[in-house]
């Protein structure tokens, strides 16, 4: 093959992990790896075109195996800290919450359903506690002291 065609089947692979695939770097070793074939073609290393396959598929072998993992690690290391227990968070409620009464919230970037579980009544842009989240429901209690 020549050496731009490497080239574009390298760009077209990893192109290919941006728009189709979740972060897993499968393609984007293949594709750097394509590159590189590439790469030393246009540097006038001589090689069969078995050889740059053989190449290739080396390339490909070694990346993935030793290179994947941390790269895959390095790049997931934001949510570590994350805390996936909002228990004790504060919500900001967007309409008055009679005990027992239910409304829509924003939390974390989605519309959730929060209950007021306390005996208080929640005023509107008032700050609530969640106490528990119960399937797709946040319950919720006042948090102003009385």
């Not at 077209?12 to 728009?19: C, R, V």
């Not at 900001?92 to 007021?116: D, H, I, K």
Request: hydrophobic share 50%; with cysteine; charged share 20%.
């Amino acid at each position: 093959m020549q050496w731009w065609g490497w080239v574009i089947l390298g760009a077209l692979i990893l192109g290919a992990e941006l728009l189709l695939v979740d972060l897993d770097f499968f393609l984007v070793f293949i594709g750097i790896s394509a590159i590189l074939v590439g790469l030393l073609d246009v540097a006038g290393i001589g090689i069969p075109e078995w050889g740059e396959w053989l190449l290739f598929a080396l390339f490909c072998l070694l990346s993935l195996g030793l290179l994947r993992k941390p790269l895959r690690r390095m790049a997931m290391k934001g949510g570590e800290d994350y805390d996936e227990d909002p228990e004790g968070e504060l919500l900001a409620m967007s309409e008055a919450l009679e005990p027992g009464q239910s409304c829509r919230v924003n939390f974390r970037g989605t519309s959730w359903t929060a209950t007021n579980v306390g005996e208080t009544v929640i005023s509107q842009n008032a700050r609530a506690r969640i106490s528990a989240i119960k399937g797709l429901t946040i319950e919720v209690i006042s948090n102003e002291k009385n």
